[in-house]
Nanobody, 128 residues
Framework: QVQLVESGGGSVQAGGSLRLSCAAS????????MAWFRQVPGKEREGVAA????????SFVNSAKDRFTISQDNAKNTMYLQMHSLKPEDTAMYYC?????????????????????WGQGTQVTVSS
């Protein structure tokens, strides 16, 4: 069993910053790739960023490059998403996800079906 618990969401004004955390527990020793996705009502869930647990390589959606950073603290089994220069279009429910294949594996880091473990989400709201 794998448990993922997100925290750190909230409401900020445009230009502000937030740091999301994802605490992982359970059978996570075999994890290979962890990622952040986000979703707004009526739209498909979108990959935001991912970090490979082996070589710590990172991937980002274009809209997040230069504004977001992703990191992982293996000692704490926690992944982070540091978000700066937030925009109203960043408003969404943010989800943490984990999979057992490398981020570079078939389908790519943002392939939704490849992630079998998900958190419950944390809401981020950015006002203009």
């Amino acid at each position: 069993q794998v448990q993922l618990v997100e925290s750190g969401g909230g409401s900020v004004q445009a230009g502000g910053s937030l740091r999301l955390s994802c605490a992982a527990s359970g059978d996570i020793y075999a994890r290979k790739c962890m990622a952040w996705f986000r979703q707004v009502p009526g739209k498909e869930r979108e990959g935001v960023a991912a970090i490979d647990s082996g070589d710590f390589s990172m991937s980002f959606v274009n809209s997040a490059k230069d504004r977001f950073t992703i990191s992982q603290d293996n000692a704490k089994n926690t992944m982070y998403l540091q978000m700066h220069s937030l925009k109203p279009e960043d408003t969404a429910m943010y989800y943490c996800a984990l999979r057992l294949s490398r981020c570079s594996a078939g389908g790519g880091w943002n392939s939704l079906p490849s992630y079998k473990h998900w958190g419950q989400g944390t809401q981020v709201t950015v006002s203009s």
